[in-house]
């Protein structure tokens, strides 16, 4: 299905224009006018190049031909409806084939698939027996490999086909060949002695066509000038009782073999030469590409957010002062100032960490450098190296060499922090993880964005969404850090962050200290996990932060506890008032998130709950619109095989070996490293609790011998850089 949306990505390109793409359960394309919506059909899998010319061939439709103009419109001609659709196809294509080369290859690819799939319906039939018009379509459409012959005079028609400007031109030569395809039926039918038969449906439709103004009735028999030659009557006589020569029959066969005329021919005859073989052929078997899964598109437009930093919780909110976010919970010591005590965490909290993140930083730029002089060049200048003269014979290499270094990529970090209910347990270590990853990045000077989000905030965001539009709802996105805060305001991140930590880890504790902390900043309040509702925001964050920091490469980490709490809605009444229904995708739809160019299918091929599906595909679009890498940090209560099991199999198409063998290596360690995932490019499984807190080892050694010291100094360095297990799978991505 990916490969679906792309190719619709593909179509707004060729349209040059912001065309609203879909795929929808219909039998062929269609282009809305007035709204600039080309509607595609479901198709199956299929070769490259047959979809490319599917794409070129409709979106050449929609920026050439007027809505008159399409084959699927009613208010056509009927008896030159047919001609008109292969004269427009030959116009439109030739067009867009000189407005995309690139395109010449696949039309030529995909018409000759179709071909020798008998797409347009003359398996077995001398191609230069074809009526006039199907000689044409073929010729346009299949190619000269065909070697279809033309006479002179009708090469001037042909000629013609070429010479299409505009759809009154093909109106125009649609009526001329209709002519021309009309005697040449009569004569075609006189040469093989062939009584034309019609149908009662003919019969019905003559009495009822009304005739257009640019259509002349001249040469038309009216129902009162109709023969009786119809299927079972008897031949009409010479009016001397005797039958006309070439109608005589030996065995009830008019002279001339019947029998040997194709039946693709005699439907063409008996319907007097009103319409083309092949393309009333393809129509039919238009059926054929398409897709027969039983489901159907439901699109949802995910909205821009002009107006999002004023949704936001903004910085100044969350640390507005330790006084005004915490207070004492024993009454005796209600008043007291909790400055020194957060002013007590910062100060241990630095010291402890200072030098390991240090030693990280040097290892880092060690690694960055590594990589930067791997990828160098060494190349000739053409200037002539006079202290190798002597060497002429021994030596080509006379010449001055210099080395091009390129700068390494400019990467940048955006984090988006879980703050469920859920993280309560996993949050005091979550929070030691997170200050060091500041830390570090402030030190190496990687631009950072940190962002929380959860539950209980707006309630409805967008008050006048349009039809379709995703309803954002229910959400609280709060700004928690940023490199473009000085130092002093990074200092009062870092003492609200671990007061925060310090409350909870208080309450395990309760009555056992007197300096029981409890939060009073209704912005750290903990409750669901609405990651659907967040990417909007993270959208819109992560367009401005590439802008403000030029990076060239976007690390976006989402650090969740589980899975999406909330689903994608979307707006079915825009004439309503607030609370507006919505409406999610049901079990026969599949589900489309768009915005501008972008669009994802939300994944069918899985077993998982909902809103996970629709997590995937908001993270996927995120992904396609941001770019960079997207990784997911995932903490992990449960460190069973099973649970482990359950959890890499829900964003994953790996096999069970494959899910248990990554299990077997891994678990030991406390992080499980998935690369092949849905919408991630990467995801750390880790293991929560007590692993994530950040403790400082001491350096153990078993004796004073070299060898000892030295597996001492390197198990004791290891340890540190595992201990801080954010940065250190941070610092492998970024290096």
């Known amino acids: ?252 066969e008019p002279q001339g073999g ?20 092949t393309d009333e052929a393809f129509r039919e078997n238009e059926d054929k590409l398409l897709s027969d899964d039983g489901k159907v598109n439901r699109y949802f437009d995910i909205p821009r957010l002009p107006n999002w930093k004023d949704l936001i919780v903004p910085a100044k909110e969350m640390y507005s002062g330790i006084d005004n976010s915490f207070s004492y919970y024993i009454r005796s010591l209600e008043g007291h100032s909790l400055e020194p005590l957060a002013n007590r965490l910062v100060g241990e909290f630095i010291r402890d960490n200072r030098s390991t993140i240090n030693q990280m930083a040097q290892q880092f730029e060690m690694k960055r450098k590594a990589q930067v002089l ?96 995703m309803w954002i709802s229910d959400i609280s996105f709060r700004h928690l850090g940023s490199s473009l805060f000085s130092k002093r305001q990074m200092n009062e991140v870092y003492k609200h962050l671990l007061m925060f930590k310090y409350s909870i880890e208080a309450r395990y504790t309760r009555g056992a200290t007197g300096d029981y902390v409890e939060v009073k900043n209704k912005n750290y309040t903990l409750n669901g996990t609405p990651l659907n509702n967040s990417v909007p925001f993270a959208i819109e964050v992560a367009r401005k932060f590439r802008k403000d920091n030029n990076v060239e490469i976007v690390n976006s980490i989402f650090l969740t506890d589980g899975g999406a709490t909330d689903h994608v809605e979307s707006v079915v009444n825009e004439e309503q008032e607030y609370p507006r229904p919505t409406k999610t995708y049901g079990r026969e739809e599949r589900a489309v998130y768009r915005q501008g160019n972008v669009s994802v299918t939300a994944p069918s091929n899985i077993y998982c709950y909902s809103g996970t599906k629709d997590a995937m595909a908001m993270i996927e679009l995120y992904k396609q619109i941001v770019g960079g890498n997207v990784i997911n940090y995932f903490i992990a209560d449960q460190w069973s095989s099973r649970a482990l099991e359950n959890e890499i199999s829900e964003w994953s198409n790996m096999g069970w070996s494959e899910r248990h063998e990554i299990i077997t290596k891994q678990r030991k360690t406390g992080v499980i490293v998935c690369t092949a995932t849905q919408a991630f490019d990467k995801r750390f499984i880790l293991k929560g609790g007590a692993n994530l807190k950040i403790e400082n080892t001491s350096l153990e050694v078993k004796s004073n011998s070299k060898g000892d010291l030295l597996r001492g100094f390197r198990n004791f360095n290891k340890d540190k850089v595992q201990n801080r297990v954010f940065l250190s799978k941070f610092m492998d991505m970024v290096a």
């Not at 019947?258 to 073989?277: P, V």
Request: net charge negative; hydrophobic share 35%; proline share 4%.
């Open 258 to 277: 019947e029998g040997d005329i194709s039946e693709q021919i005699k439907d063409w005859l008996d319907n007097e030469g009103a319409h083309s073989i």
């Open 1 to 252: 299905m990916q490969v679906i949306e792309s190719k619709s990505i593909l179509a707004k390109c060729l349209a040059t224009e912001n065309l609203t793409v879909e795929h929808q359960k219909v039998p062929t394309a269609m282009f809305d006018l007035k709204e600039r919506k080309l509607i595609l059909p479901m198709w199956k899998e299929m070769s490259p190049a047959l979809y490319d010319l599917l794409i070129g061939h409709e979106v050449g439709h929609a920026l050439e031909t007027p809505e008159e103009g399409w084959h699927d419109n009613v208010k056509a001609n009927p008896r030159i409806k047919s001609y008109l659709n292969v004269l427009e196809d030959a116009r439109q294509e030739r067009i867009t084939k000189q407005r995309y080369p690139g395109l010449v290859k696949s039309f030529y690819a995909g018409y000759r698939e179709l071909f020798e799939k008998d797409f347009f319906g003359i398996k077995g039939v001398d191609l230069n027996t074809l009526p006039l018009i199907d000689r044409i379509n073929l010729h346009f459409k299949v190619g000269s490999f065909l070697n279809i012959q033309f006479t002179p005079e009708e090469q001037l028609l042909v000629n013609k086909v070429y010479d299409l400007k505009t759809w009154d031109d093909v109106v125009a030569l649609g009526e001329e060949l209709f002519a021309h395809g009309q005697k040449e039926a009569e004569e075609m039918a006189e040469a093989l002695g062939y009584t034309p038969q019609q149908s009662e449906d003919d019969e019905d439709m003559d009495m009822d066509f009304e005739f257009g103004e640019s259509m002349s009735s001249e040469g038309y028999e009216t129902p009162e000038e109709e023969t009786e030659e119809q299927e079972g009557q008897a031949p009409v006589s010479n009016g001397d009782g005797e039958l006309d020569e070439e109608q005589e029959q030996d065995d009830g």
């Open 374 to 469: 791997n990828k160098a060049k060494v190349s000739k200048t053409g200037d002539l190296n006079e202290n190798k003269l002597w060497a002429y014979k021994l030596t080509e290499d006379l010449f001055k060499q210099s080395m091009m270094i390129p700068e390494g990529k400019n990467h940048g970090m955006l984090l988006y922090l879980d703050m469920s209910g859920s993280m309560f347990r996993n949050m005091p270590g979550t929070i030691d993880q997170l200050i060091t990853l500041m830390m570090f990045c402030r030190k190496v000077n990687i631009p950072f964005e940190v962002y929380g989000f959860t539950s209980g905030g707006y309630d409805n965001i967008l008050r006048k969404g349009k039809m379709n539009e």
